[in-house]
T-cell receptor, first 111, second 115 residues
């Protein structure tokens, strides 16, 4: 059974800092890995999708990497802003068409 | 392009009642999946449908069921509601055909409160 772990569970940083969120998974037989953002009481917003054959994806200030063999992904956020405050979720999808989620990292960026 | 639409946004039900939630996927998406989100358990997979067929089901009791219509819209039903069913129910859609088309897009969710 796929287990997804996200570290740290919570993070507080001052505005302008670069930061890294970590995600690990136990079964490397994945199709893709997807990073999401969730604001309180809202749905999930897709940030980046990395297909299993890719090593990284970039979108604006976000960069996600994938090392499938070691079961790890990182999400790098450059020059953090207060608007980045949210919960960040990592999920892997396998042949069962189900997203397996980590518990998330709650990020607070202070002005 | 319209996103994933879930209705209703909020529901309050009494224990023992049943409830039906609806999800309209992004146009052209044939896969719809459902997730339950609670503070204690996080996001848990309920089931996934593709072209009206259930392809996978999570570890939930039989009180949780779903279906998908020919226009890809999906409904999930929870019968004999329990207090523990209080949660945010999220629906996601994707193209659904093959490993290259699994990017999931989520709706805003339905907040179900059972009293």
């Amino acid at each position: 059974k796929q287990e997804v772990t996200q570290i740290p569970a919570a993070l507080s940083v001052p505005e302008g800092e670069n930061l890294v969120l970590n995600c690990s998974f136990t079964d490397s037989a994945i199709y893709n890995l997807q990073w999401f953002r969730q604001d309180p009481g809202k749905g999930l917003t897709s940030l980046l999708l990395i297909q299993s054959s890719q090593r990284e994806q970039t979108s604006g200030r976000l960069n996600a990497s994938l090392d499938k063999s070691s079961g790890r992904s990182t999400l790098y956020i450059a020059a953090s802003q207060p608007g980045d405050s949210a919960t960040y979720l990592c999920a892997v999808i396998d042949s069962g068409y189900a997203l397996n989620f980590g518990k998330g990292t709650s990020l607070l960026v202070t002005p | 392009k319209a996103g994933v639409t879930q209705t209703p946004r909020y529901l309050i039900k009494t224990r023992g009642q049943q409830v039906t939630l609806s999800c309209s996927p992004i146009s052209g998406h044939r896969s719809v999946s459902w997730y339950q989100q609670t503070p204690g358990q996080g996001l848990q997979f309920l089931f996934e449908y593709f072209s009206e067929t259930q392809r996978n089901k999570g570890n939930f009791p039989g009180r949780f069921s779903g279906r998908q219509f020919s226009n890809s819209r999906s409904e999930m039903n929870v019968s004999t509601l329990e207090l523990g069913d209080s949660a945010l129910y999220l629906c996601a859609s994707s193209v659904g055909t093959g490993a290259m088309n699994t990017e999931a897009f989520f709706g805003q969710g339905t907040r179900l409160t059972v009293v």
